[in-house]
């Protein structure tokens, strides 16, 4: 495994200005240059419909497919809508999920890290729960424990996007140190 890890980052909102969105550029920003995140856009997938499994396959699924089958990880980062995740979130997770005619499901064997953020003050905790039932159905090795809850999402970030609370801030550090050497562990594991 290489010494610079590469994250494909899917963030749940579609929205501009999105507090989610500027806790996955906060979060890239503090990893660099040991962890690679870019974020993967979602908005343009189709529909997950088994008919469009076939040739041609939808041209946005199998991009987002590749990222996601050439990273060493994946980190979500999920608003929550109604006490679950938002749909395109599930969308894009539907279409991971699904073999292409690249190879097997783009998502399978990848170690996942889960962030969310919310004005509320529950931080995205029911989000985060969905999705790891949903992640933990599909045997996927997500980082265990707390990940990162940021809650009254107003107040943890300075104008310029980057994370002015200290405690969220080093929610994310420790965050990223775990993820770093859980990416690491299952790669080794499932090389040997
Ligand atoms: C349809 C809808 C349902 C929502 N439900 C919840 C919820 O259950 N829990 C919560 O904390 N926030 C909820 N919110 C508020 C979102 O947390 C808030 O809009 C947030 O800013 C969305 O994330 P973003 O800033 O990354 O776009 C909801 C918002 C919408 C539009």
């Known amino acids: 495994m290489a ?8 963030c749940g909102s579609l929205r501009r200005g ?5 806790l996955l550029a906060a979060t890239a920003a503090l990893a660099a240059p040991r962890l690679a995140i870019t974020e993967v856009p979602i908005r343009d997938l189709p529909h997950f419909d088994e008919d469009l499994e076939r040739d041609p ?15 060493d990880g994946v980190m979500i980062v999920t608003p929550e809508y109604n006490a679950g ?3 395109p979130l599930k969308n894009a997770i539907d279409w991971l999920s699904r073999a292409t005619p690249a190879g097997g499901p783009p998502i399978a064997g990848k170690p996942i890290a889960i962030l969310g953020a919310s004005p509320g003050m529950l931080g995205t905790a029911r989000a ?14 997500v ?4 990940n990162v809850f940021v809650s009254n999402a107003a107040a943890r970030f300075g104008a310029d996007g980057s994370i002015t609370d ?11 140190d775990r993820f770093a050497a859980w990416i690491v562990q299952v790669g080794d594991k499932q090389a040997s």
């Open 3 to 10: 010494d610079r890890l590469t994250v494909a980052a899917l």
């Open 18 to 22: 999105s507090w989610n969105r500027t």
């Open 57 to 71: 396959w939808p041209p946005q699924v199998l991009a987002l497919g590749e990222v996601v089958r050439r990273a």
């Open 85 to 87: 995740i938002p749909g």
């Open 128 to 141: 985060q729960a969905q999705l790891r039932l949903i992640l933990q159905n599909l045997q996927l090795p």
């Open 143 to 146: 980082l265990p424990g707390p």
């Open 166 to 176: 200290e405690a969220t801030r080093t929610m994310v550090e420790t965050m990223l």
